[in-house]
């Protein structure tokens, strides 16, 4: 959960490195570091605790010359958030250097049998073992950079994507990824890595995503050399990045987490476009056309994800059950992957991620794989790991999510899920030809309604003061809402570091009514839908006893409006598509929350975008 950046050619390097850290610093925030060989040979490490503009600072009046250099943003794993633990970390003998983003299991091991050796430890990371293993094998092996690299992966256990220094050849740079993304850029004679492709896409289109096992030397002058780590020599696959530059700006947002609120009337029509057709009366997804067999003959979907993905994998649950009649499990990616789940090979496995690279959902498929379950992705970053270990997917098309709590990529992963539901279930039979054009149809004007709700930004902004004294909320939904519902305490949490908990409404009598009062904030998810007489009824509870009532509702809905504090109205449409409707003012509740108590939107505590460890 560490952002890798390198740079090596013709240009200053340091400028390239310190950029590219600002466009990954959604991936971690403790500290930041670069390491730089200059003209003179010098292998010069700045490091500093904090973000990359205290690296900044502290680098101001240093010597960071030199067209070769690797820098990194760190959140920390081993070792508490310090300089001496930031990342690059000499070797023993300061002649190498490397950065690191994933976790030495059996670090401990490694590092006591150089401790026999003579070698010393300056930090408390698993990273500095590994680079004086690297080190270490270099010398007494009387071996190049590369070589060493390959060999000492040989002993590690655990998940990693490396990139090492070598004063002594100025002209390389070795990386190394399994577990861990990685991704180089192809200049005209230079070359460019990072942890994914934000901060390439500035200077090239071309970009070669690097395989578990896979070791990479970028030389100038030469192409890119790409063996395992048992030497087997590797063919290049040069890709094209479909981003571009304006997606990794705020465009006069004052949070990268506003504007992506704000987007997503545009990226619902990206992910639906060429999937749901001009007339509004057909979907077509090709991972599904292709793999028909599959989704029809399985005997159950077992979807896995983790955190925001799998408050969508519970809305898909209540969508494919109901149009395709297909049992549907959702689980936590980190359980699943540990709990010896049963898994057959008439089993379909859907694993949701906005990255594609989360560590334990990538995990639990590939356990699923193993035992012949078919898997299907629902994923935004294209080449990331999960879509290309995966049978088929869908990409979401949303573009880059910064803003570290995700709002347009829950919306795109519903609508992709919906979708897919929607195309099973027509094929079974199992959702009448009326009822799937009128959903089909709505779906196609979801985009403008959500354009509805964003209007009412400034009023939601206004109110949300006045719950900043809050130190704990509730948040109730029933049927597709009740994920919403989690999904709008998860983003109050994230960002704000207020305690809330999402629950079904009817769950609150068992338990949480308890805790209803006038300091208790109680959000209720309330359109006019299936459950809706039953839902007024909670919160005729929660006003009998003084709790405060926000409450989504559906346009024109006077009954709650008569007893709810506050009420935030959505357009009407088909019960399914609600989530995409009443999450809005959710993300946008939270993020001005969070803005008054004056918290870090875009990067919260403790939290990191993309989750590659475990």
């Known amino acids: 959960m560490c952002g890798i950046v390198g740079y090596i050619g013709k240009r200053k390097a340091y400028p390239i490195l310190i950029k590219g850290l600002h466009r990954l610093e959604y991936r971690g925030y403790d500290s930041a570091g670069v390491a730089l060989i200059n003209p003179d040979g010098q292998l010069n490490v700045y490091k500093a605790k904090g973000k990359v503009a205290e690296l900044e600072a502290f680098a101001a009046d240093k010597d960071i010359s030199g067209t070769i250099g690797i820098a990194h943003t760190r959140w920390a794993t081993h070792g508490e958030p310090n300089t001496v633990n930031a990342h690059p970390h000499y070797s023993e003998s300061e002649r190498l250097a490397i950065i690191h983003n994933g976790i030495i299991e059996n670090y401990a091991v490694l590092k006591a049998g150089l401790q026999g050796e003579g070698y010393s430890f300056k930090s408390d990371t698993d990273t500095e073992v590994l680079v004086q293993l690297i080190e270490y094998t270099q010398i007494n092996q009387h071996v190049d950079l590369k070589t060493a690299v390959q060999l000492a992966l040989q002993q590690v256990i655990g998940a990693y994507a490396i990139a090492v220094l070598d004063k002594e050849h100025p002209d390389t740079l070795v990386v190394a990824r399994k577990g861990s993304p990685l991704v180089v850029g192809i200049g005209e004679n230079e070359y460019f890595l990072a942890s994914d492709a934000t901060p390439i896409v500035e200077y090239t289109d071309r970009v070669i995503y690097i395989d578990d096992e896979e070791v990479v030397s970028l030389r100038i002058g030469e192409d890119v050399d790409i063996t395992t780590i048992g030497n087997v020599q590797k063919t290049p696959e040069i890709k094209r990045l479909e981003l571009s530059l304006s997606q990794l700006e705020k465009g006069g947002y004052p949070h990268f987490m506003l504007k992506e609120i704000f987007e997503q009337p545009r ?33 159950r979907i077992i979807i896995t994800a983790c955190g925001t993905s799998w408050h969508a994998g519970l809305i898909a649950m209540y969508a494919i059950e109901e149009f395709a009649q297909i049992p549907v499990e959702v689980e936590y990616s980190s359980e699943f992957r540990y709990r010896k789940p049963v898994i057959h090979k008439d089993d379909v496995v859907i694993a949701i991620s906005q ?30 790991s999960i879509p290309r270990v995966s049978d088929s997917g869908c990409y979401t098309h949303v573009g880059p999510e910064i803003g570290v709590a995700s709002t347009k990529a829950f919306t795109a992963q519903v609508t992709a899920l919906t979708m897919l539901a929607l195309c099973i279930g027509r094929e079974k039979g199992t959702i009448s030809r009326e009822k799937y054009l009128d959903i089909v149809r709505e779906l196609g004007q ?55 908990e999402g629950y079904p409404a009817a769950e609150m009598k068992h338990g949480p009514i308890a805790l209803i009062s006038q ?27 003084k709790g405060r009532v926000i409450a989504i509702v559906t346009e024109g809905d006077e009954l709650v409006s008569r007893i709810a504090d506050y009420v935030i109205e959505v357009p009407a449409t088909e019960e399914c598509l609600t989530p995409l409707l009443t999450v809005i003012p959710l993300q946008l509740l939270a993020y001005h929350i969070a803005v008054v108590k004056g918290c870090d939107v875009d990067q919260p505590r403790n939290l990191a975008k993309s989750v590659t460890v475990e």
Not at 359 to 384: H, M, P, R, W, Y
Not at 448 to 476: C, H, M, P, S, W
Not at 519 to 539: D, F, H, L, Q, W
């Open 267 to 299: 990226t619902l029509t990206d992910s639906m476009r060429g999937r749901v057709n001009v007339r509004q009366d057909n979907i077509a997804l090709s991972g599904f056309i292709d793999n028909k067999e599959r989704f029809l003959n399985a005997k």
């Open 355 to 384: 990255s594609g690279e989360t560590a334990d959902t990538l995990a639990a498929i590939q356990l699923a794989k193993e035992k012949g379950a078919f898997i299907f992705s629902i994923c935004n970053v294209v080449g990331a």
């Open 446 to 500: 979801i985009p403008d309604k959500i354009e509805r709700v964003l209007g009412q930004n400034k009023r939601i902004a206004d109110f949300a003061k006045t719950f900043t004294y809050a130190q704990n909320f509730i948040y109730l939904g029933r049927g597709y809402n009740f994920p919403v519902a989690m999904e709008g305490a998860l983003k109050l949490k994230e960002i704000s570091y207020i305690h809330a």
């Open 519 to 545: 300091e208790m904030p109680v959000v209720v998810v309330a359109p006019r839908c299936g459950t809706y007489e039953k839902v007024i009824s909670n919160i005729q509870e929660i006003k009998a006893r």
